[in-house]
Structure formats: structure tokens, C-alpha cells
């Protein structure tokens, strides 16, 4: 048995691991690049070891250095996690001849399912249908031209090494495809080191049904049953839940047996899961349910799948890597209820979902009932290097129904500030008569556009809650304002008057709907700021400050940092001429880029930047001066 665990991640899957760990006895080394150093993940493990700067190039994908730490601490087993290593077939053979035991698949089984191409033909060789399309070895633009108009259109060009939505492109039109292809390779060959692609038909009601797999040294393998992960943006998962909505008995044992023979076909070992595509137009049925792609390692959503079957699949993990047997076999497997898990992420739906980053000062939970798998607490940051994951909420409950209504009550009680999440989103998407009828795909979040964005003020009922937290001292009760605050306030005048107020930065009037508390100390200190949870959405609520400061803004031409990141490109130099809508930088962080724009026509003034500098957000980064100015 495993005594000593070196998790090789980071963040919420670290801390994850390590709790599954310590409740089997097993201690826990964590790794940590510069920006981790007081980390959540590192302080909740036994030792800790420093590999390297933040970026994760220089850290968490050094493979060589995450040895090393394991042999310096007396580790036995390295433990992937997911994302970073943990699907690279060279570590993992590189863990093994170190001597330490590998928590995964074997090194075969992951090359085998790594390329996209070979991984369908091996599939259809397994006899698992796989989507109609085209994986064969002539790249040319010519024979892939021809092979789109065989399958008909809209196609789906994929690269074949692809992952996390990068390499993606649906193609409508003939007239599009050249473009698109070569648009596609470039983004394959920038992020994976390949630019060869394959072809599918795309799907026109696409839902994302994915099957939990396990396999052990001794010859098992067992399925525990299905997850919808269909709720996605940019094809990044955003709700996940098991089991699938509308999934019959006899569905689930064709698409349950296609990918055990999956599993068995790349004599699987450790826990995977074998994705497919469904053409729910005519809802699930097994002839119209296809092979994907398969994930050689634990999911970000398998939380759902441990609650619907009660098996701890961290556990499974480093037990089957310990050379056990599979805990259970498959008739001793059944499900139970059902779960939804929201990803929780440091990011602004209203500002085109970039990331927020910085010190999260206030992050509080109240319902006691939902599962919170996080990596950060109250006065941790939230680095720019990384994912920008916060926490997932996971529900479990009796019905669906009762889940997304577990789930609902969870967002409602969660207050992340002053970073932006997306918990209003996430809120607006399980509130949705759509989502609670089942009737998803996945284009569900891009039909549903900014419906799904919480409104930037909250209503007039959630102000006015928001100033009866906001302690006024009494000896403002009067005529005058205080700092602008209170309108025309008197003690015992009638309900219809209203206070100036900021929310989030926002000037805005709320009603004053509070008699004033008897008994108030005239000396009791003012709160300076009500935070207020409405649909899960938090608003910051201030009172307004006059004291003469200004603030820049796009419309006088200011170009304002919507990050704290990294400045990869200044297109632009002091004094030069540009037209509205010129990129003038771009910034990165958590790895997403963003470019900014001039605002109109006019001058570059006050440029302040560098290719290469860090800036904080909302910092000024340059001015654009209209072109009429003298």
C-alpha cells in the first residue's frame, strides 16, 4: 500500500486528493511554484516542496523537477490530479522508472487515447460507434476539402491531439472551410505541437454524455453509470450532473457496455472516462450516441458520480495503484439520487467572462449541505497564472428537481469579494425553464446569450436591505446628508424616502424601507460596506464618497487594465495616430488573452507600458486623445 503521496498539481484537486489520502493514512507532499507558496494545498499537506516560478512552464510541467521532490521526501506514489501531467504518457513512464508508483494508467493505455485519430480507429475496431467523419493520414487541404463535402455540412474540424476546446472549428459553408482549417492548425501547433486535424459531422442537437470507467491490474473493468456535462461555454464545462436527464435503462446499458469495451480495449488500469457525443434530436437513444474522445485520468467532475454511487474515487485510485483489486464489481454498483456540480470561477460574466484576480477577502458559505471542493479560503489570492477555479459546488439530492433547488440555495448563500464570479451566471443557468425541464445541449449558454448575465444594480428590495446593514449613526438622522448619503431623512417620516448609494462603483438610489432601531449608541461606528447575495449574485454596496477624486474611464479616452496581468504585446508608441477600434495591447492572464482597442480616432498619449511588464487592474495604461484636440 501507498504510505507516502506526492499530489503534482495544485489548487481544489490537490486539496482533494490529500483529503482522501489523510483519511486512509496515507501522508501527502504537495509541490508549489512561487505564486503557491502560501497556498491552500500547501498548507494542508504533511511537507511541501518548492519547484519552481510561477509560470506552470517553469513548475507544475517539469516533470523532472516533480521527481525529484518525490525522491527528496521519500514518496512512493505521485498522483496526477488532472490537467498539467497528468495525461502525459512520458512522465508517467518517467515516474515509473524512478522506481515510484504511478496513480494512473499505464503509459500505453494514455498514448493509445491521446491522439484523437487513432483513438477512433481503435475504437471502431472495439466495435464503439464513433461520430461519421473522417481521421485518415492525407492532411492535405485538398483531400480534407473533399472528405467535409462527403460528410456535408456544418462539420466539425478537431485537432487531433486537441483538448480543452483548443483546435476547434464548426464549419456551416464550403466557403468557409479553408479559412477555418487553417485557422484551426495554426491553434493546434501553437498549444499541442501538432497541426494535424480530423473531421466530424456536427451534431445539431449536440448533448455531451460521458461514462465513468475503472480498471484494475487483475483484468476488471466497471462503468459507474453516466454524467451530462452538456451546460458548456467556449466548450469548457461550466454544470455537470449525473445521472443524464431523459437516459433510459436500456440507453444507459448500450452507451455503459460501449465504453467498457472501450476501456478493455487499451487494457485500462485507474479511474477514466470514455466522452461521446449525442445527436439528441429525437432525445437519447444508443444509435445515436457516439465515441468522442476518452480522458486517461480523474475528471473535474467526478464529485457527481461519488455521490450517486457512494464510491470515494480517489480512494479506488490509489488503492488499484497499490495493486488491489477493484473495490466493488459491477453489480454491486448502483445509483443513487441525483447530483449537480456548478464550477465556481474568479471571472466576470458582464465583462465577457475575463478573469478576476487578486486577494479574496470575503468568501462566505452557509448552506451546510452542498459538498464545497475548493483550494482557496478567506484572504487567499487568486493568482493569475492558473485556472481561476474558486470552488465546485456539489448537490445530491433525491430527484433532480430537489438538486437544482439544493443548488439554487447554495448560490443564494455564497458571497465571494471584491473578485467577480460567476455565481449569478451559474444561478441564472439552473434557474432556467429550459435546464430544469432537461431540455439541454450544448449550445444551451450561447442560445440563452445575456439572459444568463446578472443584472449590474439589484432590485430596489435588495438595496434597502443592503442600508439596513449599512449601521447609519444617529447623529446624521437629520436634514443634511452624510457624505451624500441620506436624502431628506427624518425620524418617523413615512416609507418613500431614498439614500444615494454605490454598488460596485455604481452611483444609485435606494428606498428607505427601515424604521430606525431604538436604542442605537450615537457613538457605534458606521459599516462602510453591505455586501448583498441576490440570485447569487454579490453586489459590494457603498455610500457615495465626495472628496474631489476622479476616475478614468473609456468614454474621455483612458485605456483601463480590465486585469491584473501581463503585458505580451504594445502595438503602438507614444504620439502615433490611430483609428477607432486599432488594437492598441494585449494583456494575459489565467491564460486567456485580451486585447484592447482605441475607444475612436485620435492621439496615443500617456503610454505607460512595456511588452513584458505586469499591471494591476483597472490601472491606466495609456489615453487616446480625439484627434480634434489641439
Same mark, same amino acid.
Given at each position: ?16 486528493i490529500m483529503r482522501t489520502a489523510k483519511a486512509m493514512g496515507v501522508a501527502t507532499v504537495a509541490v508549489y511554484s512561487d505564486a503557491d507558496a502560501k497556498a491552500l494545498h500547501v498548507r494542508s499537506a504533511d511537507e511541501a516542496v518548492h519547484i ?9 510541467l517539469v516533470g523532472a523537477k516533480i521527481i525529484a521532490a518525490a525522491k527528496q521526501t521519500g514518496a512512493d506514489a505521485i498522483h ?471 476616475? =478614468?474611464?473609456?468614454?474621455?479616452? !483612458?485605456?483601463? @487594465? *480590465?486585469?491584473? $496581468?501581463? /503585458?505580451?504585446?504594445?502595438? &503602438? +508608441?507614444? %504620439? ?12 494575459? =492572464?489565467?491564460?486567456?488573452?485580451? !486585447?484592447?482597442? @482605441? *475607444?475612436?480616432? $485620435?492621439? /496615443?498619449?500617456?503610454?505607460? &507600458? +512595456?511588452? %513584458? ?18
Amino acid at each position: 500500500m501507498i504510505t507516502k503521496l506526492l499530489i503534482a498539481n495544485r489548487g481544489e484537486i490537490a486539496c482533494r486528493i490529500m483529503r482522501t489520502a489523510k483519511a486512509m493514512g496515507v501522508a501527502t507532499v504537495a509541490v508549489y511554484s512561487d505564486a503557491d507558496a502560501k497556498a491552500l494545498h500547501v498548507r494542508s499537506a504533511d511537507e511541501a516542496v518548492h519547484i519552481g516560478p510561477s509560470p506552470a512552464a517553469e513548475s507544475y510541467l517539469v516533470g523532472a523537477k516533480i521527481i525529484a521532490a518525490a525522491k527528496q521526501t521519500g514518496a512512493d506514489a505521485i498522483h496526477p490530479g488532472y490537467g498539467f501531467l497528468s495525461e502525459n504518457a512520458d512522465f508517467a513512464q518517467a515516474v515509473l522508472d524512478a522506481g515510484l508508483i504511478w496513480v494512473g494508467p499505464k503509459p500505453a493505455s494514455i498514448r493509445a487515447m491521446g491522439l484523437k485519430d487513432a483513438a477512433k480507429q481503435l475504437m471502431r475496431s472495439a466495435g464503439v460507434p464513433v461520430t461519421p467523419g473522417y481521421d485518415g493520414s492525407d492532411q492535405s487541404v485538398e483531400r480534407l476539402t473533399k472528405e467535409a463535402e462527403a460528410i456535408g455540412y456544418p462539420v466539425l474540424i478537431k485537432a487531433v491531439a486537441g483538448g480543452g476546446g483548443k483546435g476547434m472549428r464548426k464549419v456551416d459553408a464550403p466557403a468557409d472551410f479553408a479559412a477555418a482549417l487553417e485557422s484551426c492548425r495554426r491553434e493546434a501547433k501553437a498549444s499541442f505541437g501538432n497541426d494535424e486535424v480530423l473531421l466530424e459531422k456536427w451534431i445539431t442537437s449536440p448533448r455531451h454524455i460521458e461514462v465513468q470507467v475503472f480498471g484494475d491490474s487483475h483484468g476488471n473493468v466497471v462503468h459507474l453509470f453516466e454524467r451530462d456535462c452538456s451546460l458548456q461555454r467556449r466548450h469548457q464545462k461550466v454544470i455537470e450532473e449525473a445521472p443524464a436527464p431523459g437516459m433510459d435503462a436500456a440507453t444507459r446499458e448500450a452507451i455503459c457496455a460501449a465504453a467498457v469495451r472501450a476501456a478493455k480495449a487499451v487494457d485500462y488500469e485507474g479511474a477514466g472516462t470514455i466522452e461521446f457525443i449525442a445527436d439528441a434530436s429525437e432525445g437519447l437513444r444508443a444509435n445515436r450516441i457516439f465515441f468522442m474522445e476518452m480522458n486517461t485520468r480523474l475528471q473535474v467532475e467526478h464529485p457527481v458520480t461519488e455521490e450517486i454511487t457512494g464510491v470515494d474515487l480517489v480512494e479506488w485510485q490509489l488503492r488499484v495503484a497499490s495493486g488491489e483489486p477493484l473495490p466493488k464489481r459491477q453489480e454491486e454498483l448502483s445509483i443513487n439520487g441525483h447530483a449537480i456540480e456548478a464550477r465556481l470561477y474568479a471571472e466576470d460574466p458582464a465583462k465577457g467572462f475575463l478573469p478576476s484576480t487578486g486577494r479574496l477577502e470575503c468568501f462566505t458559505r452557509r448552506a451546510a449541505s452542498a459538498r464545497v471542493d475548493t483550494g482557496v479560503a478567506e484572504g487567499d489570492t487568486v493568482s493569475p497564472f492558473y485556472d481561476p477555479m474558486i470552488a465546485k459546488l456539489v448537490v445530491h439530492e433525491a430527484d433532480r428537481s430537489a438538486a437544482i433547488d439544493s443548488l439554487l440555495e447554495t448560490l443564494a448563500d455564497i458571497n465571494v469579494w471584491p473578485i467577480r464570479s460567476n455565481a449569478g451566471f451559474l444561478y441564472r443557468a439552473a434557474n432556467d425553464g429550459d435546464f430544469r425541464s432537461g431540455s439541454i445541449e450544448t449550445s444551451f449558454i450561447e442560445r440563452k446569450g445575456t439572459d444568463l448575465i446578472p443584472p449590474a444594480i439589484p432590485s430596489q428590495e435588495a438595496l434597502a436591505e443592503a442600508l439596513h446593514v449599512l449601521q447609519w449613526n444617529s447623529n446624521n438622522w437629520e436634514d443634511e446628508p452624510w457624505n451624500g448619503g441620506l436624502h431628506g431623512f427624518r425620524p418617523n417620516a413615512d416609507k418613500r424616502q431614498s439614500a444615494h448609494v454605490m454598488v460596485d462603483g455604481q452611483l444609485t438610489t435606494a428606498p428607505l424601507e427601515y424604521d430606525v432601531p431604538s436604542g442605537r449608541r450615537t457613538d457605534e461606528p458606521l459599516r462602510q460596506l453591505a455586501l448583498v447575495n441576490e440570485f447569487g449574485q454579490t453586489y459590494a454596496v457603498t455610500l457615495p464618497r465626495h472628496d474631489g477624486t476622479g476616475q =478614468a474611464s473609456a468614454a474621455d479616452g !483612458a485605456i483601463i @487594465a *480590465p486585469m491584473p $496581468g501581463k /503585458v505580451i504585446a504594445v502595438d &503602438v +508608441s507614444e %504620439g502615433q495616430t490611430v483609428t477607432a477600434g486599432q488594437r492598441l495591447m494585449v494583456l494575459e =492572464a489565467m491564460k486567456m488573452e485580451h !486585447a484592447l482597442a @482605441a *475607444p475612436f480616432d $485620435g492621439v /496615443v498619449e500617456g503610454l505607460s &507600458v +512595456s511588452a %513584458g511588464g505586469q499591471v494591476q487592474v483597472e490601472a491606466v495604461l495609456c489615453r487616446v486623445v480625439p484627434a480634434s484636440k489641439e
